[in-house]
């Protein structure tokens, strides 16, 4: 399977924990994102990265979470100290290219967070 | 910063004709798109549209007017499978390389 995979696919944890999520992007793919979804709405972009910098982050992105991608192939996302308000889909993404104007991105299946 | 904006839910019969509507407010515009979004899954690509006019593919067609900020997807010979969340995205951020999505617009399918 060459597509975008995560894992885990779902992770059940109580408040106050620390979790990590782990996406690997296509292979060739220079560019990975992540974005959090939650039920009935769209995906919210957290951050992106170009190879291994990470070039932008949102406002919804605090102190608690964390992106890596150190090779810039996989990468992770981690949350300290968990709240009831992180349960989500964590969607990660993957794109090619430089170009600004056409960006297809490939989403991967997604980890499903719950915090009891 | 960008706002995006369609129907929360819509419901049309097997083999009718729908279209969801989409509006947008950029700060500048590097294209519109469309994903589908089945329960519990990732969202897929459908279409990209960056002039304005008609994307025709197979069943699925995109249109943009960029001038009044507003694009549909359009969906004809309905089947049950298309029930889904179909998702309008423009790419946003200092970068233009992450997506600002809608809310989505959750299609029911009926018999």
């Known amino acids: 399977d060459t597509g975008v995979s995560q894992n885990p696919r779902h992770k059940i944890t109580k408040r106050g924990q620390n979790v990590t999520f782990r996406c690997d992007p296509i292979?060739?793919?220079?560019?990975l994102y992540w974005y959090r979804q939650t039920l009935g709405q769209g995906p919210e972009f957290l951050t992106y990265f170009q190879n291994e910098a990470q070039l932008e982050k949102s406002r919804l992105l605090s102190d608690r979470f964390s992106a890596e991608r150190p090779k810039g192939s996989f990468s992770t996302l981690e949350i300290q100290r968990t709240e009831q308000g992180d349960s989500a889909m964590y969607l990660c993404?993957?794109?090619?290219?430089?170009?600004?104007?056409?960006?297809?991105?490939?989403f991967g299946p997604g980890t499903r967070l719950t915090v009891l | 910063g960008q706002n995006i904006d369609q129907p929360t839910e819509m419901t049309a019969t097997e083999g009718a004709i729908v279209q969801i509507n989409c509006t947008y407010q950029?700060?500048?515009?590097?294209?519109l798109f469309w994903y589908q979004q089945h329960a519990g899954e990732a969202p897929t690509f459908l279409s990209y549209n960056v002039l304005d006019g008609l994307e025709e593919k197979g069943r699925f067609s995109s249109f943009l007017s960029r001038s009044k900020g507003y694009s549909y997807l359009l969906l004809k010979e309905l089947q049950m499978k298309d029930s889904a969340s179909y998702l309008c995205a423009a790419p946003g951020g200092n970068y233009g390389q992450n997506f600002v999505f809608g809310p989505g617009t959750r299609l029911s399918v009926l018999p």
């Open positions: 993404a993957s794109s090619l290219g430089d170009s600004v104007l056409y960006n297809e991105q490939f």
């Open positions: 292979s060739e793919h220079n560019r």
């Open positions: 950029t700060s500048g515009f590097n294209g």
